[in-house]
Each structure stands twice: as structure tokens, then as C-alpha cells.
Nanobody, 126 residues
């Protein structure tokens, strides 16, 4: 069993930055063997892919956040981050961290991921 706990959300103004963190834990969990992703769900919308870090070095982003968001990880701390710059009102959503075993190909569909956090709210005022 793997537990993911997100933090770092909050209320900011358009143009501001936030850094989300996701701490992973589990009795037999080996963080470095898992790929990590971030998804978000805005009110009244489907959950959508935001970013993924595959094989510890390959990064993928939703076109809407490319150039503004950066995903990274610290294997020693069992933590993945999402640095969000130049935030826009349309970035307002609950942000979820997810992880999948490296043997599962693909990165942008919810079904690829094995474990999920409970989410952290990001609200951007315009």
C-alpha cells in the first residue's frame, strides 16, 4: 500500500507562484521505482492531466501549463514537486498527486496510475 499526501495549495493572485509537494510513503514502497504525475480537477470539469515525470528524467506537460509549471522529484525525500509560476485563474482546481509502476506505459491517463493522494486546493484570483 502506498500513501500520497499533497501540500502547498492555497489562495493566490494571478501571476503569483506556488509549489506543491507530494510526500509518498509505504511499508514496502520504493519511491525510485515509480513514475509520478499530477492531475487537477476544476469545479464542474473532468479531472485532467497536468504533468508527469517518467523514468526519473522525462517530463510531460499539459499544453495549458507548458512553460509555466515544472515537475521534479527528490528520491531521497520520497517527494515530488510541482512548481507553478505565472498562475492564471483557470489554474484554479484541486490538484492530485498520483504514482504508477514504471512497467505501465503511458503518462497522461488516470487509468495508468495505481495510487492517488486526496488533493490540495489551488485557488487563483484574477
Amino acid at each position: 500500500q502506498v500513501q500520497l499526501v499533497e501540500s502547498g495549495g492555497g489562495l493566490v493572485q494571478a501571476g503569483d507562484s506556488l509549489r506543491l509537494s507530494c510526500a509518498a510513503s509505504g511499508r514496502t514502497f520504493s519511491f525510485s521505482r515509480y513514475d509520478m504525475g499530477w492531475f487537477r480537477q476544476a469545479p464542474g470539469k473532468e479531472r485532467e492531466f497536468v504533468a508527469a515525470l517518467i523514468a526519473s528524467s522525462d517530463t510531460f506537460y499539459n499544453d495549458d501549463v507548458k512553460g509555466r509549471f515544472t515537475i521534479s522529484r527528490n528520491n531521497a525525500a520520497n517527494t515530488v514537486y510541482l512548481q507553478m509560476n505565472t498562475l492564471k485563474a483557470e489554474d484554479t482546481a484541486v490538484y492530485y498527486c498520483a504514482t504508477k509502476v514504471k512497467t505501465i506505459r503511458g503518462h497522461n491517463l488516470q487509468s495508468f496510475y495505481n495510487y492517488w493522494g486526496r488533493g490540495t486546493q489551488v485557488t487563483v484570483s484574477s
